[in-house]
């Protein structure tokens, strides 16, 4: 409960006897797009965001290029003529506070690199100031993200990335410590930080006296703020979400904390997405280059607009003041 896994074969049937037994609703989603959708809908101006995956040539693509375009982002979709579209069940209980996520990646695993020199894919790229790629990516094509990462560091952009999911410090660790040496910016929840603990713990090598605590947040945060980075030119910043309680930030050996919104439960109707909203509201004032206090201000609001709402939508007629 309140994780998310990838589907084995054994959770298969698990997609069409929730759509039998359960009365469900379709959103436009994957975490990195979530967060796309998110920025796009508080900076306001179409196409401000670019977003690119692997979907299949099915039903499922149009309606997902069609929401995402909706929102105002510029979809730049590899389509794979062999897998469907990746879907993902999320199961929401506890009130909206437990989110339990199966995703059955399908064409979503199928990203290939080459997708990134197709020259207007490449031009997007050289384009761009900021960069976002999810953890989960890490299963998927994680040469992608070791050359996106090269691109940003060479050329004084930000690189920033999601831990994602516990299961990736555990499992692909390998890749995700490669990909750590061009991280500006690091997002997670408190529970992969703790795994994240784990794994710098073990690759460290710490004895019985440095041997660093994997239950304390802010040690954890400050540790892999520290880590070696490709681009000295700008800090690393680590960010802690913790659902109700406060944000932590890690930044030059400094840990700052910024209180969650709490909100009543009758108000809280559904947690998933609120962890792509966060990023989403961080990035949209990240990239109008506004101060690191007013990209968590921001963030905050964002993921508490999200969690209001059924799945990762946004309410309508709101708009975040600053």
């Known amino acids: 409960p309140n994780n998310a896994i990838l589907a084995e074969e054994k959770h298969m049937p698990l997609y069409n006897e929730i759509e039998e037994k359960y009365d469900v609703e379709y959103y436009a ?11 796009q809908w508080i900076l306001g101006e179409p196409l401000s965001c670019s977003y690119m995956g692997c979907v299949g040539r099915d039903k499922h693509s149009k309606t997902l290029e069609e929401k995402a375009r909706d929102s105002g982002v510029n979809v730049k979709y590899e389509y794979n003529d062999k897998y ?51 953890g989960f990516f890490l299963t998927v094509s994680p040469e992608s993200i070791l050359e996106v990462g090269r691109h940003a560091s060479e050329n004084n952009k930000v690189f920033s990335m999601n831990l994602s999911a516990p299961f990736l410090c555990e499992f692909f660790s390998e890749p995700m410590m490669k990909a750590f ?21 073990e690759a460290a090598k710490f004895s019985e006296v440095q041997k660093l605590g994997t239950s304390d947040v802010r040690e954890i945060a400050l540790r892999a703020a520290e880590l070696p980075k490709e681009n000295e030119n700008r800090s690393r910043i680590v960010i802690v979400t913790q ?72 309410p309508e007629g709101v708009r975040y003041e600053g």
């Not at 609120?274 to 007013?294: I, T, Y």
């Open 29 to 39: 989603g994957g975490a990195t797009q979530n967060s796309m959708r998110v920025t």
């Open 84 to 134: 469907p579209t990746g879907t993902c069940a999320v199961v929401v209980t506890k009130n909206g506070t437990c989110r339990s996520l199966v995703a059955n990646l399908a064409a979503a695993n199928h990203f290939s690199k080459s997708h990134l020199q197709i020259p207007e894919n490449k031009e997007i790229i050289n384009k761009a100031k900021y960069f976002y790629i999810s």
């Open 181 to 201: 040496p061009y991280i500006d910016i690091l997002f997670g929840n408190e529970t992969v930080i703790a795994f994240l603990g784990l794994l710098l713990q």
């Open 243 to 314: 659902g109700a309680d406060n944000v932590v930030v890690a930044k030059d050996g400094k840990v700052q904390e910024f209180p969650a919104t709490k909100l009543p439960d009758e108000k809280l109707i559904d947690t998933n997405g609120a962890g792509d909203a966060f990023v989403g509201g961080f990035l949209a004032q990240l990239v109008q280059e506004k101060p690191l206090e007013e990209c968590i201000k921001c963030a905050i609001w964002a993921a508490t607009q999200v969690i209001q709402q059924p799945g990762c939508t946004f």
